[in-house]
């Protein structure tokens, strides 16, 4: 079993997506809008260049995602994102560049349990976790 994030934006899907690209690597196999997926006639005119489905393959994960009309959009919370990185240096650049205009909640440090750990939410709303446990 593999569990996948599929994460809900107001309406910036697709630059989260794009940032998401640059932090992480990997590619973006899928970004398709509203006009894209039929039958667009019951869909708001200013909602088809929404994103109705985004897919970020990550190699052995993706990561997906979509815009949510207003109505049904809720801000996350209750969980993190938590992403496992094998390098310091590598969970560093990762932690940082999802930190530019976010929020860090727990500075990237070393802990008991790993050799680099922090918190933050980015600057789309979506909360991360870095973690690069300590080698056995």
Not at 6 to 26: P, T, V
Not at 114 to 119: A, N
């Amino acid at each position: 079993m593999k569990i996948n994030p599929y994460l809900m934006f107001s309406g910036n899907c697709e630059a989260a997506f794009k940032f998401y690209q640059q932090c992480f690597g990997g590619k973006i196999v899928t970004m398709m809008t509203h006009r894209e997926a039929p039958p667009t006639e019951h869909v708001p005119i200013e909602w088809h260049d929404k994103i109705m489905h985004a897919c970020l393959d990550l190699g052995d994960r993706l990561l997906m995602g979509s815009d949510s009309p207003d109505e049904h959009f809720e801000t996350p919370q209750g969980f993190y994102v938590q992403v496992s990185i094998e390098s310091p240096e590598e969970a560093e650049r990762i932690f940082h560049a999802l930190a530019e205009n976010g929020k860090v909640k727990m500075p990237i440090d070393q802990t008991f349990w790993s050799v680099r750990f922090g918190m933050l939410v980015d600057q789309f709303g979506t909360p991360w976790m870095i973690n690069c446990e300590k080698v056995a």
